[in-house]
């Protein structure tokens, strides 16, 4: 798959590119399934809503030698159509994973993301320009009502906000300050719901502003994030730097599987 210099523009007009079904049922079902069965590991690189002890979030499931890997999720991370699409628009083939996880969000439990920017974390996790994109993939269904992502189109032109560390939800992050995420909704353009089906995918640069909702509803909304940055911009040392699986020290290209599947029997 080739990204279209009409798609490469709308990623760098709006911050985001939507993919639609770029998985077929059977892949999906092979990465829901390694999901389940990750999510019922005692392990770290988990974490957990607060109330239920539920998994919110499973982490670094593309690395081979991480207790949450899955070969399924190593390949995904390789496949031309997910590699190959982030290569394009960071227009290198030298990038590793700075993360990958999984969210959660279970039915009626699963938890809010307050409005942040990924770049707010992860400069100071050491990275010096904000040159990541994120791959996404729905594994459920994701609906308004079960707390599907909100992106504001265009707020990666603001550049980086200074974050504030925010301890309202169960996995505490640096999210926006109030009043700046108050300004960046009246000043800028409207936001709009990611919505949409298993096996769509989104693609967006690491300074959109984005958050999600409550899950109101009775399904579980699951979503695949594989966060790529150039080997160029791997961090600089800091002091207290955070665990392996939220900020990889494996700074090894990740390969491209030409031929690469879900589908083979070793998953
Ligand atoms: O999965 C979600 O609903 C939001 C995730 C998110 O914003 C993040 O992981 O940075």
């Not at 077929?24 to 005692?42: F, G, H, N, Y």
């Not at 960071?90 to 590793?96: G, K, M, W």
């Not at 994109?133 to 994701?142: G, K, R």
């Not at 961090?235 to 494996?250: H, I, L, W």
Request: proline share 6%; with cysteine.
């Amino acid at each position: 798959m080739t990204l279209t210099k009409k798609q490469l523009l709308s990623f760098e007009q709006d911050g985001y590119l939507i993919l639609r079904n770029l998985f077929s049922k059977e892949e999906v079902t092979v990465l829901q399934a390694e999901a389940e069965r990750i999510a019922k590991l005692d392990t770290e690189g988990i974490v957990r809503e607060s109330q239920t002890n539920t998994p919110k979030i499973i982490l670094r499931m593309h690395d081979p030698s991480s207790p949450t890997t899955s070969p399924a999720y190593v390949m995904a991370a390789r496949l031309p159509r997910v590699l190959g699409a982030v290569q394009q628009i960071l227009r290198t083939r030298s990038l590793y994973l700075h993360h990958s996880k999984i969210n959660i969000k279970g039915a009626i439990e699963g938890s809010v993301w307050p409005w942040h920017q990924d770049f707010g974390q992860w400069k100071l996790d050491g990275i010096v320009e904000p040159n990541l994109v994120t791959f996404m993939i729905m594994l459920d269904e994701a609906t308004e009502l079960g707390g599907c992502l909100h992106f504001q189109p265009g707020s990666h032109r603001l550049g980086r906000i200074d974050p504030q560390w925010d301890e309202s939800t169960a996995y505490n992050f640096y999210s926006t300050p109030i009043e700046d995420i108050k300004r960046a909704l009246k000043q800028g353009r409207k936001p709009v719901a990611i919505t949409g089906r298993p096996g769509d995918s989104v693609l967006f640069h690491c300074n959109l502003l984005h958050s999600s909702g409550q899950n109101l509803s009775a399904e579980d909304r699951r979503q695949v994030y594989f966060c790529y940055n150039p080997t160029s911009n791997r961090p600089q040392e800091v002091n207290n730097p955070r665990p392996e699986f939220a900020r990889s020290t494996n700074w090894e290209p990740v390969q491209l599987e030409e031929n690469g599947s879900l589908l083979g029997s070793k998953f």
